[in-house]
Each structure stands twice: as structure tokens, then as C-alpha cells.
């Protein structure tokens, strides 16, 4: 599920001309503003793949491929200018098995990934921001007056 106003602007201003995103499916994009309205409604829900949405399959990749990606970044698979990518979204259209095998596979190497921890790894409060040495000094200063844990040695 995606809230409104994480794909708000294709349907309504997607260059700055206020023209809805010419690769939204006309269809597709006028039942989309239905459930968001210009102004207002910006926590309403749409479901990332409503054609399946509580089954695993491929019907994503069909979906973007019939210009029904609901996020800029679903479109931007088919339209960016990565021709592998292209590539792929159209073969795990055609091809659910060969999209299992390689998420199968994705997750296994996922899996296997180590994660950071110690003075290798980094605890941050806002995980899109890096964390400085000014606020390890503003972390490490509050954390003596609260129960929680969160070293910031790696700066030190």
C-alpha cells in the first residue's frame, strides 16, 4: 500500500505544468484520482499492485508494462534509461518462473549479507541522515540520562 501523497504529483502535477504523468494508463490514472483528490486525501491508501495484491506473482511487472506502475519508481523501469532494466521488468512479465528463481536467488544473497555492527557499524536516530560527530556528542550526552543504549564509539 502507498499513501497518496507518495504518488500524488503524477496524477495531478508530474512536471510543474499540472499535467497528470503522461505514462499513467488513462484509466488507471483517473480511478487513481478518485481515491486522491488534488487537495486533502493525502493518507489515503492504494495498493502498490492492485491487480494481485495479497499474492505473490509477477503481475507487477505486467502492470508497469501496461503503464499501471502506481510510484514514479515503478515507472522508471520501463522508461529510465538502463536498457538491462527495461530487459528485465519485460522478461519477469513474460516469465513468473524465471522471476521466482531470481528473487529466490536475490534473497539468498541478501541473506548472506553481514550486517555492520561495532566500531564497523553505525545506530543512527534518522536513517536518511549520517550521523556526525556532533550528534554522537548530542547521542552519547542524552544517553546518560536515559535507560537506552546508543553508542556512538566509532566517532570517538
Do not use: W
Request: charge should be negative.
Amino acid at each position: 500500500m502507498a499513501r497518496c501523497t507518495t504518488f500524488k504529483q503524477r496524477l495531478y502535477n508530474q512536471n510543474g505544468d499540472n499535467q497528470p504523468d503522461i505514462t499513467l494508463e488513462r484509466t488507471y490514472s483517473i480511478d487513481l484520482r478518485s481515491v486522491c483528490p488534488p487537495s486533502g486525501g493525502d493518507n489515503n491508501l492504494s495498493p502498490l499492485d492492485y491487480a494481485s495484491p495479497v499474492r505473490f506473482d509477477n503481475t507487477y511487472f505486467k502492470l508497469i508494462l501496461g503503464g499501471r506502475g502506481l510510484l514514479t519508481s515503478d515507472e522508471v523501469l520501463l522508461t529510465g534509461s538502463i536498457p538491462s532494466i527495461v530487459e528485465l521488468v519485460k522478461a519477469y512479465a513474460e516469465d513468473e518462473d524465471l522471476f521466482f528463481a531470481q528473487f529466490a536467488q536475490s534473497m539468498v544473497k541478501m541473506g548472506n549479507i553481514s550486517p555492520l555492527s561495532g566500531s564497523n557499524g553505525e545506530v543512527r536516530q534518522n536513517c536518511r541522515m549520517i550521523m556526525t560527530m556532533e550528534s554522537c556528542i548530542f547521542i552519547d550526552i542524552s544517553m546518560l540520562f536515559s535507560s537506552s543504549k546508543m553508542p556512538c564509539s566509532m566517532h570517538a
